[in-house]
């Protein structure tokens, strides 16, 4: 008797199971970098759930992308751990990975939608500070919409206990946030002011675009040289910043604008070629920048477009 049949039937499911995925790639992936904050780790965790849900018995899902969902978060709370005890003996400050865009017209809805789940740098940095379960409970729930009994399922926890996880991180994200963020023309104004001021390496512009309590973080992970220890105040901050203008912004180097995780940033680019070199997302408030992101260490900027000349 032939088995054709059953090898059709096979081949069948095979891509059935690959079209489900293939379908929500985009945003289990948004997921993933939302929770590990790194896109490299986020790709890690792609690459496993496909598996799982290779060998899974996908009759009895209901819901792929719950399901999807569900095994994406296992996987990043697994991994959260380990990351923790990475990133404490990391050379310096540890820093998400950005995520960098440079054209607002023309974005498909997927980008569009991507964007709507943006989360700032700055928050990213704040999640570090809260424990795996927190971290899973308030992005799926504050970010994605997930509801609590789903949550509560991809982390063995009840319902009632995963809500108090998440009221529980809302508070720390709060407490962790120095400012309310700015309307986004606001944001773009502060964020052109204190380009305009490095560029012409104008000290007195620089300290009048810097709110006087700024934080200046850096990453460079020991491979680019950066601070160790964020940098506190206007005055430390604006001499820091000329000092490096003076160094780096050669002929051979540009700053250019760029959304960075969905917010006004900026980049250091080389100009022969595009490469970007450092990327540079910016916390505004009363007009005023509260805080500056830094991340210059080359690992994190790989996966970066290089600048269109």
């Known amino acids: 008797m032939s088995d054709a049949p059953s090898a059709t ?6 891509a059935s199971a690959q079209d489900a995925f293939e379908t929500n790639r985009r945003y289990l992936g948004s997921v993933a970098y939302r929770l590990l904050g790194s896109f490299t780790d986020a790709e890690d965790v792609l690459q496993d759930a496909w598996l799982r849900w290779q060998s899974a018995d996908r009759t009895a899902v209901a819901d792929p992308r719950a399901f999807l969902t569900t095994v994406v978060t296992r996987l990043c709370y697994d991994q959260l751990g380990s990351a ?3 990133r404490e003996a990391y050379y310096g400050e540890w820093l998400p ?3 960098v865009s440079y054209a607002e017209a023309g974005a498909s ?5 991507e964007r709507g789940e943006s989360v700032s740098l700055a928050l990213l940095a704040v999640l570090e500070q809260l424990t795996p379960a927190e971290r899973a409970a308030f992005v799926l729930h504050d970010v994605f919409a997930v509801g609590f009994d789903e949550i509560a399922a991809s982390l063995d926890r ?12 809302r508070r720390r994200v709060k407490d962790g946030s120095r400012r309310a963020a700015a309307d986004p023309a606001e944001h773009r ?7 305009a001021a490095v560029t012409r390496g104008d000290l007195q512009d620089l300290m009048t675009v810097l709110d006087p ?11 680019v040289r950066a601070g160790v220890r964020p940098i506190l105040g206007s005055d430390k901050v604006a001499r820091l910043v000329a000092g490096l203008v003076a160094k780096w912004f050669t002929d051979a180097y540009g700053l250019g604008h760029a959304l960075v995780n969905g917010e006004p940033g900026l980049v250091w680019y080389e100009k022969a070629t595009g490469a970007v070199m450092g990327v540079l997302a910016l916390t505004v408030a009363g007009g005023r920048v509260t805080e500056a992101y830094v991340v ?8 970066i477009t290089p600048v269109e000349l």
Not at 9 to 14: H, L, M
Not at 297 to 302: F, M, Q, S, V, Y
């Open 109 to 113: 809805p997927a980008e569009l939608a």
């Open 189 to 195: 104004q502060a964020v052109e002011a204190f380009a």
């Open 97 to 99: 990975e950005p995520s």
């Open 9 to 14: 039937a096979a081949s069948a499911q095979d």
């Open 296 to 303: 210059v260490n080359p690992e994190k900027l790989g996966r």
């Open 158 to 169: 009840t319902p009632d206990a995963t809500r108090q996880l998440a009221s529980r991180a």
């Open 84 to 86: 923790r005890a990475r």
């Open 213 to 223: 309590d700024v934080v200046w973080h850096s990453d460079g992970g020991g491979v």
